[in-house]
T-cell receptor, first 113, second 111 residues
Framework: AQKVTQAQTEISVVEKEDVTLDCVYETRDTTYYLFWYKQPPSGELVFLIRRNSFDEQNEISGRYSWNFQKSTSSFNFTITASQVVDSAVYFCALRNRDDKIIFGKGTRLHILP | DAEITQSPRHKITETGRQVTLACHQT?????MFWYRQDLGHGLRLIHYSYGVQDTNKGEVSDGYSVSRSNTEDLPLTLESAASSQTSVYFC??????????FGPGTRLTVL
């Protein structure tokens, strides 16, 4: 069965703190893709990153970084020096070869000024 | 610029009425998807299409239908709207095996 678990329903941190959003996935496929999307209060879904199952390199983009570990089936997302504009719901998602995406239930992140 | 649009952005309807939500993309993507977003459930797949004349049921397809007569459009129809279908609906598109990009969403209220 394909499944994505985001155990953290809601997180609050003070601005400038670092925060990590956890994502654990389950799949039987050897080829798959993992994604993170951001949903700010305005409601749109914004694509952040895609990672395929053969690429375990960590990725850094500005204050955002992603840690992909196949051994633990995890694809965690870290925001460094958080800002109020990072407040949003973040979704982790898994896509296998049939191109259907399974989403986690999301983590609501509050960055407090 | 290429984009994906949804209309209407907000819709209020009554139980039993037929409702159609439009989705239009100008990326020439073969794959299109409809999701609904509800508190506590995240996003769930309703229907999807891999090309013209192709449609497939997703996880929560009961009470919904789609048709794909061209590459750009995948309208979602609620044949007889029910209060349980009050939700936010997102359309998405992608090239095969590529990232899905989402429309702005349609907030539907069924009274």
């Amino acid at each position: 069965a394909q499944k994505v678990t985001q155990a953290q329903t809601e997180i609050s941190v003070v601005e400038k703190e670092d925060v990590t959003l956890d994502c654990v996935y389950e799949t039987r496929d050897t080829t798959y893709y993992l994604f993170w999307y951001k949903q700010p209060p305005s409601g749109e879904l914004v694509f952040l990153i895609r990672r395929n199952s053969f690429d375990e390199q960590n990725e850094i983009s500005g204050r955002y970084s992603w840690n992909f570990q196949k051994s633990t089936s995890s694809f965690n997302f870290t925001i460094t020096a958080s800002q109020v504009v990072d407040s949003a719901v973040y979704f982790c998602a898994l896509r296998n070869r049939d191109d259907k995406i399974i989403f986690g239930k999301g983590t609501r992140l509050h960055i407090l000024p | 610029d290429a984009e994906i649009t949804q209309s209407p952005r907000h819709k209020i309807t009554e139980t039993g009425r037929q409702v159609t939500l439009a989705c239009h993309q100008t990326w020439n993507h073969n794959n299109m998807f409809w999701y609904r977003q509800d508190l506590g459930h995240g996003l769930r797949l309703i229907h999807y299409s891999y090309g013209v004349q192709d449609t497939n049921k997703g996880e929560v397809s009961d009470g919904y239908s789609v048709s794909r007569s061209n590459t750009e459009d995948l309208p979602l129809t609620l044949e007889s709207a029910a209060s349980s279908q009050t939700s936010v609906y997102f359309c998405a598109s992608s090239r095969a095996t590529d990232t899905q990009y989402f429309g702005p969403g349609t907030r539907l209220t069924v009274l």
